[in-house]
């Protein structure tokens, strides 16, 4: 038994997205305390502690997010050893944390995407990169496309997340509480987003291994959305926003991957 005079425990978890599957916590030593961390996410989580600690040292003072491994148990976030067993020790932390590695700033700049839509297809970007409707700022692609159209993997990957229960739609941000989509974990650090997508619009669940040009669910015209299309971001993902990144894509045969241009129609032949 260990001879501390006094011992008081405060715990606050707050998260930044919803992640069902991490979490954290601690476990006596012979020293003190481990903080440690499951994550049965299907990507990296990071974590960003903040102690409150008296009478304690921690083995990592330098590191304040942490990052967490993908279907990772038992993970050691850091050991916080007992300075004086004579006085009394407390611990506490807050957290937040999210999918990715939040300290992740290379990828993939020269991959080749291919358009998220069947082979033959041909739709119109109706809103582009920095475009003035609702991407102000971020690098977002909107494909106008009829509800129930066939949406197909840009890319390959893990499937980290699925929302698809809602079937709301309106033209103000806030609408955006309501939007389904389809996230998926690229082998580059990176995730795309596949949003607006139907009620029950997802063909595949989260875990499964995508491989690019994979069908993968229905376009919709849900959350918020000036009228059927598909939203299509690439993006690393902080603590609390998202780092938004353009892409090229593949569009006609024996030619190189081209940025796509706002208000211009492109065929799909892969």
């Not at 305390?33 to 008296?54: C, G, H, Q, T």
């Not at 997010?65 to 004086?84: G, M």
Request: glycine letters at 8%; a positive charge.
């Amino acid at each position: 038994m260990k001879n501390y005079t006094f011992f008081f425990l405060i715990l606050f978890s707050i998260i930044g997205h919803a992640q069902d599957n991490f979490k954290l916590y601690y476990e006596d030593t012979k020293d003190g305390f481990v903080i440690l961390a499951d994550n049965d996410e299907y990507s990296p989580v990071s974590a960003k502690i903040d102690f409150r600690l008296e009478n304690l040292k921690s083995t990592n003072e330098d590191a304040i997010i942490f990052v967490v491994p993908a279907n990772t148990k038992r993970h050691i976030i850091t050991e916080l050893k007992v300075i004086d067993r004579k006085k009394r020790v407390r611990l506490g932390f807050e957290s937040i944390y999210n999918h990715g590695n939040h300290h992740l700033k290379k990828y993939d700049r020269n991959f080749n995407y291919y358009l998220p839509y069947g082979k033959g297809a041909e739709y119109w970007l109706s809103q582009g990169y920095d475009g003035a409707t609702s991407h102000k700022g971020e690098n977002a692609l909107d494909f106008k496309m009829p509800i129930g159209t066939k949406v197909y993997a840009a890319r390959g990957g893990v499937v980290v997340d699925i929302e698809e229960g809602y079937n709301k739609s309106c033209t103000e941000p806030e609408c955006s509480k309501h939007n389904n989509y389809i996230l998926i974990y690229h082998t580059d650090g990176t995730f795309a987003e596949y949003t607006h997508i139907k009620q029950n619009g997802a063909e595949v669940k989260v875990g499964d291994r995508i491989k690019i040009g994979q069908f993968i669910g229905y376009s919709g015209n849900v959350g918020w959305a000036t009228g059927p299309h598909l939203h299509f971001i690439v993006f690393f993902q902080r603590l609390k926003k998202r780092v938004t990144l353009k892409t090229k894509f593949l569009t006609q045969k024996g030619k190189p991957a081209i940025p796509l241009v706002e208000r211009q129609k492109y065929r799909q032949e892969y």
